[in-house]
């Protein structure tokens, strides 16, 4: 899902075989995969899946990645268990699937996740990641949860409301060039409309040869000539979080 405009058909990449080294949870009225540092922190990452589910070995390789870098991270189903978007699905049928699944309609959700990290795990600090799905629902977040510090938002823009450019919290907005689904000009005016109107810190960047979905969806080890853009996309992210948070 590029964005609200035009959703995408995302084709799933590289599917990883990969376990994951965190545990599901029942957090309220969800589940969610929680994985933690090897030391005790106070920072976690709300991690947002994209339309493949919480499920995604893919996503869960980030959200260890993040535990690996001192952060406590949270991917929790966001869709509630409904069925999350399959490559065997029909395209004709996105929209109809997408209906009760909005990125901008997931407050109980984050709500949940917000009190069971301060709650539960003593997360003073509180960032968001979002990949695709999940990047419109990163961006979504920096305008309505200030108590959300920081943000990464990829290959995800809101489409639908007024006041999408008024950032409450630092965003770090990733694309790729070659991104079907996103045109440059929707990023362009992203950032034009970002530097008039937001107060906040933020940053645009497009790493021209790159696709929807590089930062986890490709694996470098079989994309050799993908795999600088993606080490440097995954830094961006931590080097923005550690920045913020």
Not at 134 to 149: D, E, I
Not at 151 to 178: A, C, H, M, Q, W
């Amino acid at each position: 899902m590029a964005n609200e405009a035009k959703p995408c058909p995302c084709d799933i990449g590289d599917r990883m075989e990969y376990g994951g080294l965190g545990q599901e949870v029942q957090i309220g009225h969800i589940k969610a995969y929680v994985v933690k540092p090897s030391t005790p922190s106070d920072k976690a990452i709300i991690v947002i899946h994209d339309i493949f589910g919480w499920q995604l070995p893919n996503t869960r390789y980030m959200a260890d990645m993040l535990a690996a870098n001192g952060y406590i991270a949270v991917c929790a189903d966001f869709y509630v268990g409904k069925e999350p978007w399959s490559p065997s699905h029909d395209w004709a049928n996105f929209m109809e699937w997408l209906q009760d699944k909005k990125p901008t309609e997931i407050n109980k959700e984050v709500d949940a996740v917000l009190r069971y990290l301060k709650e539960q795990c003593g997360a003073k600090h509180i960032g968001a990641v979002g990949f695709c799905w999940g990047g419109v629902a990163t961006h979504y977040l920096a305008l309505q949860y200030p108590q959300v510090k920081a943000g990464v938002s990829f290959y995800g823009i809101i489409r639908n409301t007024e006041d999408k450019y008024d950032l409450k919290s630092p965003t770090l907005f990733i694309f790729g060039g070659n991104d079907d689904f996103i045109p440059a000009e929707q990023v362009s005016v992203l950032e034009t409309n970002l530097k008039e109107k937001c107060k906040i810190d933020y940053q645009v960047k497009t790493f021209p040869d790159q696709t929807h979905g590089f930062v986890h969806r490709k694996r470098e080890d079989i994309n050799p000539a993908d795999k600088p853009s993606i080490q440097e996309a995954r830094m961006d992210m931590l080097n923005w979080l550690n920045k913020y948070m």
